[in-house]
């Protein structure tokens, strides 16, 4: 995921802007650059492909001064990542662009743009951009009034910042499917992807709206909405520590990362989506080709991401037909793999450098598709610059932000989100799923953030269920179809920070065993959302009640299912039966936690465990 950072000021902005673009590194990156428009009155870029600290040492060798400028960290999707292909961008020596997203229609607009006479110094589809804004600049005069005639013609995703030498009193941004924030300083204004790159400079922000674009001046700041109208956005002071590296409001780390999932699965969404669609060259530009020839998916993961790939695999067989399979790294880097043709290697991990993750990618690569190996790989990860990432043929970066409590929360449902998309690209590019499936899902992607937001309303009435837990030992955990690995993972998150011996279940193998252990004693946790199975798992329940089992029960809220003698239920914001097992996961994690608050654990570093798990 890229990042942009730009400034208008009375003082040198360089320094600023590459502060900016550090704090944006850990969202990933290939190569960084920036414009400046000097004291001399010209625009000058610098560009390095690999860390930010190459751009400052280039900058150390060669500084750059002056008081408007634009920056970006790229991670590729159009052209391999190159200096060529860093942005910024320019338009002959006078116009300058950053951007985030992918413009879908680019290879059209390059047609025409070519036919115009511009010559391309890049493969990117951001290039089309700045020379389109020429071509209108030319013609129309004003640089504010040419690129509200240019985003016009964009269809895709796009994030953009924009400065011209000819009018150099303003910096210019345009939001459509991927974030811009401007930050507001005294007599001086910015603009970045994340407020994060810019809380050395302020703490006042302006968030951009869908097809916002803004005209950011040294002294003011004028936005014009989707239909043109002029509108004024709200500036919000931003409190020290919601965000950073410490635990702000919250108790534990665990708990403000748990109530981060709307903000992150929000952020994961960003520039993925079209209209009706998933963006396929979100994973990468040659996503779509590969992804024509996937016949199978193995997905490889360990502890929580491995959940994240159970779920996967029912949503890639039933959505998008295509045949999947799942293991744990560590069993599956051992096995001697009988290679599908045509199968896609799909990795998962938070951190992109858990051991036997990474032993299973490389094992994977060691022949090639002609050879009986693997078409391709995919990272599913949320640290751009980890081996993982590096090592493999195309990602998609989850976009959970640093995670610091040990047992995973957010990492997990952006994860999930992560497979949704992957799902729906797959269906989407191979045609086995229906154009209208795929845009009702995209919808209910959108309102995801919000059915989050919903379930974290129920906190306090977790925490008292929770209260069932405390003297317990042993607990159940039922699920069926997507539904089980969400329970895994319920039972998961108890055992790391309660110590609580936890079981999950597929809830129709209850009387294959685990039944035998039901009493007073062992509570069983449910998560019922209403779906074909939801009468089977009502059965499923009866049993356990009548062997004196307590039940506590998420439910969709139609799931017709009431309170009763030793039966608490809990009524669910109602989701479609797809996204469900993203939204079943919160009240789980906000169970365990506070099992684990009660029985006073160590909730953000359980004993025994760690975070990233670089060895064997
Ligand atoms: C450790 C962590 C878990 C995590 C697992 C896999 O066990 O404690 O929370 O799920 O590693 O880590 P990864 O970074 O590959 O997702």
Redesign the pocket.
């Known amino acids: 995921m890229c990042g942009i950072v730009g400034a208008v000021a009375e003082r040198n902005i360089t320094a600023i802007l590459v502060e900016g673009l550090k704090r944006l590194e850990y969202r990933g990156y290939d190569s960084a650059g920036l414009a400046v428009f000097n004291n001399a009155g010209v625009l000058e870029r610098r560009r390095r492909v690999g860390k930010v600290s190459e751009l400052e040492q280039a900058l150390a060798g060669e500084p750059l001064a002056g008081r408007l400028g634009i920056a970006h960290t790229r991670w590729a999707t159009h052209g391999a990542p190159s200096e060529r292909n860093a942005h910024p961008h320019f338009s002959g020596s006078d116009l300058a662009v950053v951007h985030n997203g992918i413009i879908e229609n680019h290879e059209a607009l390059r047609k025409q743009l070519q036919g115009l006479g511009y010559v391309f110094s890049s493969d990117t589809d951001t290039e089309v951009i700045v020379h389109l804004l020429d071509h209108k600049l030319k013609a129309l005069g004003d640089l504010t009034v040419a690129l509200k005639a240019t985003v016009k013609d964009l269809h895709g995703a796009y994030g953009l910042a924009v400065i011209s030498a000819k009018q150099p009193d303003r910096l210019l941004a345009a939001r459509s499917g991927s974030p811009l924030v401007i930050g507001l300083g005294l007599g001086e204004n910015f603009l970045a992807s994340d407020q994060l790159a810019l809380r050395q400079v302020t703490d006042r922000f302006m968030y951009l709206e869908e097809g916002d674009i803004a005209e950011i001046r040294r002294d003011s700041v004028q936005i014009w909405s989707v239909d043109g109208q002029p509108v004024v956005r709200e500036s919000v002071q931003y409190h020290e520590g919601a965000e950073a590296a410490d635990k702000g409001e919250y108790r534990h780390f665990m708990l403000k990362e748990i109530h981060e999932q709307p903000k992150v699965v929000q952020r994961t969404l960003e520039g993925r989506l079209g209209t009706d669609h998933v963006l396929v060259q979100a994973f990468g530009p040659q996503a779509a080709e590969l992804f024509a020839k996937v016949q199978n998916v193995q997905i490889v ?5 491995f959940h994240a790939g159970m779920v996967a695999r029912y949503w890639l067989e039933e959505l998008a037909g295509i045949p999947s399979q799942v293991e744990v790294a560590s069993e599956f880097r051992y096995r001697k793999v009988v290679v599908q043709p045509g199968t896609l290697f799909v990795s ?7 051991a036997d ?1 990474l032993a299973a990618l490389r094992n994977g690569k060691a022949k090639g598709p002609d050879n009986g190996g693997y078409l391709a790989s995919l990272a599913i990860c949320n640290v751009g610059i980890s081996s993982l990432v590096r090592e493999s043929d195309l990602t998609l970066l989850t976009q959970a932000g640093p995670e610091i409590g ?3 929360t957010k ?1 997990f449902t952006t994860q999930l989100v992560a497979l949704m998309l992957l799902t729906l690209s797959l269906g989407q590019v191979r045609g086995t799923l229906a154009k209208g499936v795929e845009a009702e899902l995209v919808e209910e992607l959108r309102r995801l953030p919000t059915r989050l937001g919903e379930a974290l309303a129920m906190d306090g009435t977790v925490e008292k269920i929770a209260e069932l837990f405390a003297e317990k030992h042993h607990a159940l955990f039922l699920g069926r179809g997507a539904q089980y690995p969400v329970a895994m993972e319920g039972a998961l998150k108890l055992k790391e920070i309660s110590y609580i011996h936890a079981e999950a279940y597929p809830a129709g193998e209850l009387k294959h065993g685990p039944l035998a252990l039901v009493d007073a004693d062992m509570p069983v946790v449910t998560v019922a959302p209403n779906n074909e199975l939801l009468e089977k798992l009502k059965s499923n329940l009866q049993e356990v009640r009548a062997r004196g089992g307590e039940l506590i029960v998420f439910a969709d809220g139609e799931a017709n299912m009431s309170n009763g003698e030793g039966t608490h239920v809990v009524n669910m914001p109602h989701i479609s039966d797809a996204l469900a097992p993203i939204l079943y996961t919160l009240p789980l994690q906000l169970l365990s936690y506070y099992v684990a608050v009660l029985r006073g654990t160590d909730v953000d570093q359980p004993r025994n ?5 670089t060895v064997e």
């Not at 993961?301 to 991401?305: N, Q």
């Not at 998962?348 to 858990?354: A, H, M």
């Not at 465990?609 to 798990?613: E, F, G, P, T, Y």
């Open positions: 993961a360990c502890g929580t991401s998962i991990s938070q951190s992109g450098e858990t993750t040990v047992a995973s990492a465990l760690a975070k990233s798990v």
